[in-house]
C-alpha cells in the first residue's frame, strides 16, 4: 500500500511539473491583467451608476421638499380661512410628502455608504492593477535581456569546440606552415 501511494505522489509531482513547464509565466500575468481589467471596469461603472441614483435621489428630494414647502403653505392658508374640510387632504398630502421624503434620505444615505465602502476599494484594486503592470514591464525587460536567448558569443558563454574541430584547425595550421617554408 505504501508503495502505491509513493508512486501516485511520483506521478502527480511530475505531472504538477510538466503542467509548470507549459505554462508561460508572462502569458499568465497577461490573462491576470486582463481579468484585473475587466473587474476595475465593472467596479468603475457601479460607481457611476451609484453616483447617479445618488444625483437621482438628491433631484427627488428637493422636489419632495419644495411640494413639503407648498403644503405648508396651503396648510397655513386653509387654516387662516378656518377651513378644516380643506386643511385635511392638505395635511394628508403633507404627511405622504414627509413619509416619501424620509424614504428619499434613507435610501440616498444607503447609497451613500455604499459608494464610500466601493471607492476605496477601487482606489486599492486599481493600485494593485499598476503594480501588477509594472511587474509585467519588468518581466518583458527581463525577458528581453535574458542572456540564454543570445548567441553564446555575444553572450559571454564559452564556445563549445569538438576535439574533432581542434584537429582539423591543427592540419590546416601545418599546411600553412609548410607553405610558407
Do not use: F, Y
Amino acid at each position: 500500500m505504501a508503495l502505491i501511494t509513493r508512486l501516485s505522489r511520483l506521478l502527480r509531482a511530475d505531472l504538477h511539473a510538466v503542467l509548470d513547464r507549459l505554462e508561460a509565466p508572462e502569458l499568465v500575468l497577461a490573462q491576470a491583467i486582463r481579468e484585473m481589467e475587466q473587474a476595475l471596469d465593472l467596479e468603475r461603472r457601479r460607481l457611476r451608476r451609484l453616483d447617479r441614483e445618488l444625483q437621482r435621489l438628491r433631484e427627488r428630494e428637493s422636489e419632495q421638499e419644495r411640494l413639503l414647502e407648498q403644503n405648508g403653505l396651503a396648510l397655513d392658508d386653509c387654516l387662516a380661512a378656518e377651513r378644516e374640510d380643506l386643511a385635511r387632504p392638505v395635511i394628508r398630502r403633507r404627511l405622504e410628502t414627509e413619509r416619501r421624503l424620509e424614504a428619499l434620505r434613507t435610501r440616498r444615505r444607503e447609497t451613500e455608504t455604499e459608494r464610500a465602502r466601493c471607492a476605496p476599494l477601487l482606489a486599492e484594486r486599481e493600485s494593485r492593477l499598476a503594480d501588477l503592470r509594472a511587474r509585467a514591464a519588468i518581466q518583458d525587460a527581463e525577458s528581453e535581456s535574458d542572456p540564454t536567448d543570445c548567441d553564446p558569443i555575444w553572450s559571454g558563454a564559452d564556445p563549445l569546440i569538438r576535439d574533432a574541430e581542434v584537429e582539423v584547425a591543427l592540419l590546416q595550421a601545418k599546411r600553412r606552415r609548410e607553405a610558407q617554408l
